[in-house]
């Protein structure tokens, strides 16, 4: 009698045990330490974990703000975004399957190829390292469904606060230069990534996101393929051992612990780039409207977006002293050209002195000094505005479906005391 592969039964008891142990194993991550008598857990059980289990998020801060632990979802509260570049330890985490444990650093494998390659082309992580030119550049990452808790009706999916965003120093080769090096056909039009995370349903032959960028956008010289993270290894939740890295897109388009590019001749068609995920209706719909998916366009630059990172809401400070605000503004693939502040409910805006961003897709700085007129309550708005005249709107933008590109103004609360 032949057997089938365990893989392919369904409802195996192979299956569960696998499904049990993936589980059991991305808490392990999480706890970052062994669960000793995992094996022995009955099914359908699973563990307590720890209090904060933040803390125990590798290479992760304690005071991130965790969303799921299955899959990890974890994002910064503003008021930790106010370094320059932000630190590996307070990125926030948005994976859509199970990081891969146990990475084998000298074995890893980038494999170029799609049917608009001219050829199929394997890198050891040493060869990337060696035979392309390292470049390192300040990119913007956010995810395309941060703000999302804001939406009314409410849209499925993670309720991302504010802090699904980091802009870090990224170091790795250029994208481009690995494709001219495979060789592209003139047919090309779209990369397509696929990365080592499983499917959170434990199939292997499922992937759990596999997304890209048009052609275009993969060839500029910002567009990397990244090993390190502010001089180090990118931390094991970001991507380690290498991950795709495009400022200023959804960062859904920047494949982590990344195994395999390819060329295509059409639209990448990989898991999360169908339907509507990470698209907005083509034409503005009203709140709650259902739209069909030909009607649905791929997101692609970031709208102009900024944060107030210091002072954190809720301060309070004596009259007689001024306030001062900081923060960061960043603008998909433009540039911001102002951010002004408001503490009078948006009635009147000042101007914030802001930097110059120091390479493409890097976020730029703002700050400013306030004088309150008496005591009371405020809110400090910020609003930024890009070189093509755009300004963060004061409130929810355009409702769509999958309730993505919230990028309504930062307020946070002041009380000025006698
Ligand atoms: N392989 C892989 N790449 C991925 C993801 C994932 O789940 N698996 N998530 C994507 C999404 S939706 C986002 S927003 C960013 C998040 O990057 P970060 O976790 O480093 O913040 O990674 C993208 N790349
Ligand atoms: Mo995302």
Avoid at 115 to 144: I, N, P, R
Avoid at 263 to 269: G, L
Avoid at 362 to 377: C, D, L, R
């Amino acid at each position: 009698m032949k057997s089938i592969p365990s893989k392919k039964k369904p409802f195996g008891v192979n299956r569960r045990r696998f499904l049990r142990d993936t589980a059991l194993s991305s808490m392990a991550v999480i706890l970052g330490t062994d669960i000793v008598f995992g094996h022995n857990l009955p099914k359908g059980m699973s563990i307590l974990g720890l209090e904060d289990i933040s803390a125990s998020l590798p290479g992760k801060d304690g005071r991130l703000s965790i969303l799921n632990d299955r899959p990890i979802n974890a994002e910064t509260p503003p008021y930790l975004l106010d370094d320059k570049i932000t630190p590996g330890e307070l990125f926030f985490v948005r994976n859509n399957g199970v990081a891969p444990v146990d990475v084998d650093v000298n074995n890893w494998t980038l494999t170029i190829g799609g049917e608009s390659a001219k050829k199929e082309m394997v890198f050891t992580l040493a060869e990337l390292k060696s035979k392309f030119k390292h470049y390192t550049y300040q990119l913007t990452l956010e995810c395309g469904g941060n703000g999302r808790k804001e939406f009314n009706p409410p849209a499925k999916g993670n309720q991302w606060g504010l802090g699904a965003v980091g802009c870090s120093e990224w170091t790795g080769v250029r994208l481009k230069d690995v494709l001219e090096s495979v060789g592209l056909k003139s047919n090309a039009v779209y990369i397509g990534y696929y990365g080592a995370d499983t499917h959170l349903s434990g199939n292997a032959d499922k992937d759990a996101i596999s997304r890209g960028v048009p052609i275009d956008k993969a060839m500029e010289d910002e567009s990397l393929i990244a090993w390190a993270m502010n001089g180090e290894d990118i931390p094991v939740l970001n991507g380690h051992p290498l991950r795709l890295v495009f400022g200023g897109w959804p960062a859904s388009c920047s494949g982590k612990w990344l195994s395999k590019i390819v060329i295509r001749n059409k639209v990448h068609d990989g898991v999360k780039m169908t339907g509507q995920a990470y698209r907005i209706p083509c034409d503005t719909v009203g709140p709650g409207e259902k739209v069909a998916d030909e009607d649905m366009c791929i997101i692609e630059s970031m709208p102009v977006k900024s944060l107030i990172t210091f002072p954190k809401t809720g301060g309070v400070i004596s009259l007689k002293d001024q306030l001062p605000i900081r923060g960061h503004a960043w603008a998909g693939d433009q540039i911001v050209s102002k951010v002004e502040y408001s503490i009078d409910f948006g009635a009147t805006w000042k101007s914030c002195e802001m930097s110059k961003p120091v390479n493409r897709h890097a976020w730029q700085h703002f700050n400013a000094t306030i004088s309150f007129p008496k005591v009371g309550y405020y809110e400090v708005w910020a609003k930024a505005t890009d070189d093509q005249e755009v300004s963060q709107p004061m409130i929810l933008p355009g409702w769509n479906p999958k309730g993505y590109l919230n990028n309504a103004c930062h307020r946070i609360a002041i009380k000025v005391n006698k």
